[in-house]
């Protein structure tokens, strides 16, 4: 970071602070050689020493915690995040990320002089892709497959992380991949997605529209993929036309990793290196992650594309620089003194852990939790995710100073028990050597929890090293979703001896456990749950506290009920389309107390076109334990013209409630909520009957989703008058 002279009239016109931020930008920009302007673009900026401004790597990862940059607090992967539905939640973690990122680079800053990769303000997070199928690998990364949901997470954890000074971000937030990705992995630097406009709009980009115009994205990441035959890199679909014409965005765009040498190595859109820079940047892809604009040199000499486009970008990425107040002096940066020792600190610490206890979602429970401590003796923690750091952590993550296992935590909990251990087997692998053990384990305690799942090494990022030990790979994608045969042997070995059995899932994605659900007691789905997730864990098993997680995805009961994974239709695809039986609904989850709900009122009853509707239920925790219920909105059109969802999400709030105590609940419909997209392009408000349901789970969606401890309350209005227009939606002429 350059160190202006402390009087105005010293600085250069860029140096200013008090100078409008657009004067700025023009002096700098005005200031730069061809070969300088282009150098910048790449995300490894160079130095320009002769202006005094300091190298800059553009590449940091904030998904869940400050990423690779050593010790940080590590937070629940983004699917356990998301299954705590809890938005003022996700807010506090992303400003604490924030400060921890701030804290990082200014430190960094002033012992080297320098920002290497993972060290800056500017995160490729978050993850707002649609989880539309439980075998894509980076699904972990996601908040699940709701439009709805995931924009509200990812509202506030855009907010969290850009702070709300109104001249200075306290870091730069880069929602990702837009648009219409989420696999398969092996295939996306080659493949085209496609979709019809109706999906497109209500689906794929409902949450990247959220963060950029409500959230203030001021950077977006395109995908590796085509989008009906354009790179999503250099699409002027979705980086002009939608997200810059019709969203109004303003910041800068990022290319993935290697994205813009897909264009003509894979993609084949283009034939040269310089018809692909040219491309991208003529489109609007101001930043490239990797070298590819190294080429504009050879553009702007082939005439491919001139200086003042290029003008543009450098521009776009300067003032993203000096809104961060890279130029400016210390003192007048307000977080340029964040402190080094609010990284991993102890508020930091119990966030971690208040977010590991929110995110677990209790699926089953005939009656074996909470565990009664005096009546165990002994403890029985078998299988290959109890006692591995690793797998708490997903990817895309830091390196906590003291992670917690469950078979630690389950230890360090269980003070008046003995608590024994086997591994049993290892996550995926025939070896079957470890089963005596396990067993005679078990069949010597008082109960048994196997905690089973998935790791980095069946899930993850294609060709991740992330997350997997031994220089193996992830395997990227699934193409089973049960639990791996030989972790299925276990469990059926272990259930054998009669001891109760507790099955813990760790994954991060829906694991289809068909057999547990008709013969284990139990079953807990912890995720990936961070630094803390095995004091959250034991804490659940023994009830210091309640389970309120809810599933963010649907758990199937197997890949005989999905459309083809290249299939980016969503008939048929997440709760919103599916119409078959699932194991587990999304928006499941149990507690250890009981909630009811009564008293809905829906104000008016008959309302107009494009007027908004008020949704009141009163919900009462009827139990003798305090605990929180996550109340959720679903809602019908009986009578669209065109094909909408079965029921969608349009309102949840996760509150706490002692036990007795009621509190009364109010969501409002926006118009825009009640809207179907028209063949023709226009999103309208059509009369017609909706049906409304509040309560603590879906409304009749089978499967285990029929949950015991908490209901729905049901009711119906009408919207009258002429269709009222929303917005117009055109992706051609």
């Not at 657009?22 to 150098?39: A, Q, S």
């Not at 989008?227 to 019709?246: H, K, M, N, V, Y």
């Not at 591994?423 to 929890?449: K, M, N, Q, T, Y």
Request: charged share 20%; net charge negative.
């Amino acid at each position: 970071m350059t160190t202006p002279a402390t009087a105005s009239t010293d600085r250069l016109p860029f140096q200013d602070p008090v100078r409008p931020i657009n004067e700025r930008v023009k002096d700098l920009v005005g200031r730069l050689t061809l070969d300088e302007k282009i150098e910048q673009m790449l995300y490894t900026a160079p130095a320009i020493e002769r202006l005094g401004i300091p190298a800059y790597n553009w590449w940091n990862e904030a998904l869940h915690g400050v990423g690779r940059a050593g010790i940080a607090t590590v937070f629940p992967q983004a699917i356990g995040l998301a299954a705590t539905w809890n938005v003022d939640l996700i807010g506090q973690i992303a400003n604490v990320i924030a400060d921890e990122g701030r804290a990082k680079f200014h430190d960094t800053l002033r012992r080297t002089g320098e920002t290497p990769q993972y060290h800056g303000i500017t995160y490729w997070s978050p993850n707002i892709n649609i989880f539309r199928d439980p075998r894509w690998g980076r699904g972990q990364e996601t908040y699940g497959e709701d439009p709805y949901l995931t924009a509200r997470l990812g509202v506030a954890f855009v907010r969290g992380l850009q702070g709300d000074d109104p001249q200075t971000f306290k870091t730069i937030a880069t929602p990702k991949h837009y648009a219409v990705h989420s696999g398969p992995e092996p295939d996306r630097h080659h493949f085209n997605a496609d979709c019809s406009d109706r999906d497109l709009r209500e689906t794929y980009l409902a949450a990247f529209k959220a963060t950029v115009v409500e959230g203030g994205a001021w950077s977006v990441m395109g995908a590796y993929n085509r989008f009906r035959g354009e790179p999503c890199c250099a699409s002027p679909l979705l980086l002009q036309t939608i997200l810059r014409d019709q969203w109004g965005f303003k910041g800068y765009i990022v290319s993935d990793c290697g994205a813009i040498e897909d264009i003509h190595l894979h993609h084949k859109v283009v034939e040269t290196a310089e018809e692909a820079a040219a491309l991208a940047v003529h489109t609007g892809c101001d930043l490239c992650c990797g070298g590819a604009y190294a080429a504009l040199k050879g553009a702007v000499e082939q005439g491919l594309i001139d200086e003042a486009t290029i003008d543009e970008s450098v521009g776009r990425l300067f003032e993203a620089r000096i809104r961060l107040g890279m130029f400016d002096p210390p003192e007048e940066v307000p977080y340029a003194n964040t402190p080094i020792e609010v990284v991993d600190s102890p508020a930091h610490r119990a966030l971690a852990l208040q977010a590991a206890r929110e995110s677990i979602v209790l699926l089953k429970n005939d009656g074996l939790l909470p565990l009664d401590e005096a009546q165990i003796k002994r403890l029985a923690v078998i299988g290959p995710n109890a006692d591995d750091a690793e797998v708490l952590l997903g990817n895309y993550n830091g390196t906590p100073s003291d992670p917690i296992t469950p078979l630690r935590g389950l230890r360090e909990r269980a003070t008046n028990a003995e608590v024994v251990y086997a591994r049993g087997c290892g996550i995926l692998g025939d070896d079957r050597s470890g089963f005596d053990e396990a067993v005679r384990l078990a069949s010597e305690s008082d109960v048994a929890v196997l905690v089973l799942g998935l790791s980095q090494l069946i899930e993850g990022e294609e060709g991740q090293e992330e997350g997997v030990s031994g220089g193996q790979r992830t395997l990227g994608d699934r193409t089973r979703i049960d639990l791996p045969p030989t972790q299925q042997a276990l469990l059926e070995a272990v259930h054998a001896t009669g001891t109760p059995v507790v099955l813990v899932i760790l994954s991060g994605s829906a694991v289809a456990v068909n057999w547990a659900h008709e013969h284990v007691p139990a079953i807990i789905q912890a995720w990936y749950p961070g630094q803390a997730g095995g004091t959250a864990l034991a804490e659940v098993l023994f009830g210091d506290v309640n389970p309120a997680g809810r599933l963010p995805v649907t758990i199937y009961r197997s890949v005989d009920q999905l459309p083809p994974f290249t299939d980016y239709s969503m008939a048929g695809r997440t709760y919103r389309y599916f119409t078959g039986e699932p194991l587990y609904a999304f928006g499941h989850g149990l507690s250890y107390t009981r909630f009811e709900y009564s008293e809905l009122m829906i104000t008016p009853g008959e309302a107009s076109a494009g007027q908004p509707v008020s949704i009141t239920a009163t919900v009462t925790n009827a139990g003798e334990r305090e605990g929180d219920e996550v109340v959720q909105l679903y809602v019908t059109d009986r009578e669209a013209s065109v094909p909408v969802p079965v029921r969608q999400l349009g309102g949840f709030l996760r509150v706490h409630l002692r036990p007795g105590e009621s509190r009364t609940i109010t969501f409002t419909l926006a118009p825009d909520q009640l809207a179907v997209f028209l063949d023709d392009g226009r999103r309208v408000v059509e009369p017609g009957v909706f049906e409304v349901a509040v309560g603590g789970k879906q409304p009749g969606a089978g499967g285990g989703a029929d949950a015991p401890t908490t209901s729905v309350v049901t009711g119906q209005f009408t919207v009258t008058g002429e269709p009222f227009l929303v917005e117009t939606f055109r992706t051609h002429d």
